[in-house]
């Protein structure tokens, strides 16, 4: 058979097996997009208002690294402001998960040996996961041209948008599949493109947040960092302004250089084998794996580390930007409005600016703690729960070590987000006062984590086989009653089911602690129904 | 000498699915006891309850006299057990996990002896520890769990299909293993499927199938069970004399050769009769184990002789 017949069924296999996974992030990156399209009519309706919000980046610019430059209050150009760089960004981890998938992932579990015994050989598969990949971005590109389409923006301008994102995505499927010649495991390609595609997004903030605002604010010139990543070079194709597609050659230059460097590595090594030598581990253990705590925090130590970044940055931004704070106030009454209603009519608008944040910081935490739950869970069902319980460690003193690195994963990120919020005080007008706010708030969020933590206990106690499922839901459901549920106007019952409604509100001076006292007591029994339950109950392996 | 295993009409249902049906199962200290039956027999799921992982529905299982579920975790004070199929820590090196194993354990307190017996065990077993977890081969994920079991020493090994994936030079190393913890007074239950690996090392063996015990004894008492296999050259006329003889069943003219197979305890009055026929070319194959099992592992449960009609619980067994 020709090289193209063969080229046919491994597209199509590559294609059938992420059926539903590429569905979700496309469907998921082109439903962004439309929720901030439609937002832009709906929220930022008025030039004004746009024109106000582009010049607070005058002020803050560290506003831009979640957003991007700047280039006219029209909402067209409004609409890609704010989330062009957001959906290049999962264009980028779509395309490098995509990428090892199908080349380290299938050689790390020994199918593409399977697949390369056949006249496919070694560097067929390579190629249809490029094809694949490509395709995969054009559909990306398509659905999002449409999603700009579809809230009434003009086509030239969303057409461009949808080919900003394509290309990055591309750009990025090429670092992925360098990535995965590199490594020995998929987990180590997926981390290093993970963090370049985080850093590109990263490069391109600093890039805009450095870069020379006109005079009137409402358009940025980015500074040199923001051309040496893909996502600047989406930006200034400056849809709905310039529409100029030429920059994202840069984008298919750089995935066609990388491609090719793929294939020449490709050809020089064995199926199987990498680039870099593969890490050897220690042949003796260290103090910490002395027992089923030490194991089970070194189970959870990396998931706790990448929560906590987002903690340190929620917290730095929660006293970097009160600057802002003043300017909203007379500049964007509806946003300030929202900040008010989050944290309650007595506080004043730079505490629930914090309050908000920190409420973010919150949700990391309890994520966090569900973690190490969740973990717990994926050792009983993986198997290797089983050699542990075969020692003489007790079921309850097991799941009690989980619940304790639960309860240490609150405690971490939150001293982390205040580390963050005291390090952002220093920079304004009063950093004593901010910095004590920022404490308060970050104590306030403990209580409700923990109650996070105890239901996901039982949860595993009494449902093992809907552990991650049902922790998820619950942390989805209770940030989004408890945080958003007023501002949608849904009923006050709905909102009060949320640990995160009762989370103590460090405003207007005075603390009132009794919400956190309350779920402490709660999250405390619900720990210990589920350890002592957890004595009467049987490992549940399959499923 | 004291029972270390103690089960009698132990059962266990999930759901509607009977898995043990009133089992039975003596292990006296000492003795490497084989654990035999086909896949989904129930081998598995007992070794989960002696091990407290899994609660009884019924019946009784005792370990040193004590219950595995309730004295779990003072019980495997005393244990060392190698799963069947073994799942490491996939970013924990091979090394890492057969030291927090010994440390859970509680074989680490000699820290001089437990590194030199971890490193002899490692050498034997040719198993390089820094390797993680996910890099592991079956075998050799294997290889870290019985470095983990041997490298403290217990008084009871419990060991699921533990050679699965072992290349044959490696079962010799583990056979060499079994024979220093037995020499040291420790009890042996081994689950396993090579019948040549229990015919080494097993000083009784029991049977089971769906879910109940079917045969139990040393292997010279199980031999008993089943017949010698008799073979001559054929000269037309001779079977139908053959097949009046006492205690000859199965007679067949296969390849030139009368072929039967005649009760073991009925042999040697048997020769005599042939000698009186003239035979020529004459074989007596001695009883062997593999007809006992396959008998008992075949699909028709009507075949193994003395087994109970197949149960409920023989759905699982019968695939």
Redesign the interface.
């Known amino acids: 058979m020709s090289p193209v017949g063969l080229l046919v069924p491994l597209v199509a296999s590559r294609a059938r097996r992420d059926r539903l996974q590429l569905v979700l992030w496309i469907a998921g990156t082109a439903g962004l997009a439309l929720m901030a399209t439609a937002a832009v009519g709906s929220t930022f309706g008025d030039e004004s208002e746009r024109e106000s919000i582009l010049r607070l980046t005058i002020i803050a610019p560290a506003i831009l690294i979640f957003r991007g430059t700047p280039n006219g209050a029209g909402e067209g150009e409004f609409a890609v402001f704010l989330i062009l760089a957001f959906l290049c960004l999962m264009a980028g981890l779509m395309s490098t998960f995509l990428a090892v998938r199908h080349t380290r992932g299938d050689e790390e579990q020994s199918r593409a040996e399977l697949v390369a015994a056949t006249p496919a050989a070694r560097t067929l598969p390579t190629a249809a996961t490029v094809v694949h990949g490509v395709l995969a971005n054009l559909v990306l590109a398509i659905a999002v041209a449409i999603a700009f389409m579809a809230s009434g923006l003009d086509a030239a301008g969303s057409a461009v948008t949808g080919l900003a994102v394509g290309a990055t995505g591309v750009a990025f499927l090429g670092v992925g599949l360098v990535a995965a010649q590199l490594f020995r495991t998929s987990r180590s390609a997926n981390a290093l493109s993970v963090a370049l595609v985080l850093a590109a997004y990263l490069v391109r903030g600093l890039g805009d947040a450095l870069g020379e605002a006109s005079d009137d604010g409402l358009f940025r010139t980015a500074a040199w960092p923001s051309r040496l990543s893909p996502i600047g070079w989406a930006q200034r194709t400056e849809p709905f302004a310039a529409n100029d597609p030429t920059p994202l050659l840069l984008s298919i230059g750089l995935a066609v250089v990388l491609i090719g460097l793929v294939f020449v590595f490709q050809s020089a090594r064995d199926s199987g084998a990498s680039l870099l030598p593969g890490r050897a581990g220690r042949a003796a253990a260290g103090p910490l794996l002395s027992g089923h705590v030490g194991l089970a925090w070194r189970l959870n130590a990396g998931a706790i580390a990448s929560w906590a970044v987002g903690a340190v940055l929620a917290g730095a931004l929660a006293t970097t930007l009160t600057p802002l704070v003043d300017q909203i106030g007379s500049d964007a009454p509806a946003i300030a409005e929202t900040l008010q209603q989050v944290a309650g009519p007595n506080a004043s608008l730079e505490e629930a600016f914090t309050v908000t944040f920190f409420s973010m910081v919150g949700i990391l935490a309890a994520a966090a703690a569900l973690q190490a739950v969740m973990r717990a869970r994926l050792e009983e069902a993986h198997g290797s729960a089983e050699p542990v319980l075969a020692t003489p460690v007790p079921r309850r003193a097991w799941l009690g070590g989980y619940a304790l690195v639960g309860a240490l994963a609150v405690v971490v990120i939150l001293v982390l987000s205040a580390g963050g919020a005291l390090l952002g005080s220093l920079a304004s007008d009063d950093p004593a006062a901010s910095a004590e706010n920022a404490l308060q708030s970050a104590l306030a969020q403990a209580p409700a984590a923990l109650v996070f933590l105890g239901l996901g206990l039982v949860v595993f106690v009494l449902a093992p086989r809907l552990t991650i499922p049902v922790a998820w839901a619950l942390l989805a459901a209770g940030a989004f009653f408890g945080i958003f549920g007023e501002l949608l106007g849904l009923p006050d019952w709905l909102h009060d089911l949320s640990p995160f409604a009762h989370s103590p509100l460090p405003v207007g001076g005075e603390v009132d602690w009794t919400g956190g006292f309350w779920m402490l007591g709660i999250a405390a029994a619900a720990t210990a129904l589920a350890v002592v339950a957890m004595g009467r109950r049987e490992l549940a392996t399959e499923g | 000498m004291s029972t270390v295993i103690s089960i009698r009409g132990l059962e266990k249902r999930f759901g509607r699915t009977v898995a043990l049906d009133g089992l039975d199962l003596e292990v006296a200290q000492g003795e490497i006891h084989g654990f035999l039956g086909p896949n989904g027999a129930g081998k598995s799921t007992t070794i989960?309850i002696l091990?407290?992982?899994?609660?009884a529905s019924g019946g009784e299982a005792r370990l040193f006299d004590r219950d595995p579920w309730r004295d779990?975790?003072?019980l495997?004070?005393r244990?060392a057990?190698v799963?069947g199929?073994?799942?490491?820590?996939?970013?924990?090196?091979?090394?890492?996990?057969?030291?927090?194993?010994s440390?859970?354990?509680?074989g680490t307190a000699d820290r001089a002896a437990y590194a030199e017996r971890k490193a002899r065990l490692i050498e034997a077993f040719q198993l390089d520890?820094?390797?993680?977890g996910?890099?592991y081969s079956k075998g050799n994920r294997q290889k870290v769990?019985l470095v983990?079991a041997f490298a403290t020493p217990a008084e009871l090994y419990i060991l699921d299909e533990p050679t699965s994936g072992l290349d044959p030079l490696m079962e010799q190393v583990f056979n060499r293993e079994i024979d220093r913890a037995a020499a040291d007074g420790a009890t042996v239950l081994l689950s396993s499927h090579i019948l040549s690996e229990v015919e080494t090392l097993c000083d009784r063996v029991s049977i089971i199938r769906a879910g109940r015990r079917v045969e139990a004894g040393t292997l010279a008492e199980l031999r008993h069970l089943t017949r010698s296999s008799v073979a001559f050259v054929h000269v037309p006329g001779q079977e139908s004399a053959v097949e009046a003889l006492d205690g000859a069943h199965d007679v067949v003219v296969n390849a030139g050769r009368v072929q039967f197979t005649a009760d073991s305890d009925r042999v040697a009055a048997l020769l005599p009769e042939l000698g009186r026929l003239g035979v020529e070319g004459l074989t007596v194959a001695p009883p062997s184990l593999e007809e006992l099992f396959l008998r008992h592992y075949g699909d028709d449960p009507a075949m193994a002789d003395g087994a109970p009609a197949a149960s409920g619980a023989g759905a699982e067994a019968a695939r």
Request: aromatic share 4%; proline share 7%; hydrophobic share 40%.
């Open positions: 989960r091990l407290g992982l899994a609660r779990a975790a003072d495997h004070r244990v057990y799963p199929d073994v799942s490491l820590w996939p970013n924990l090196s091979g090394g890492e996990a057969i030291d927090l194993l440390r859970l354990r509680g520890p820094r390797k993680k996910r890099a769990a983990a």
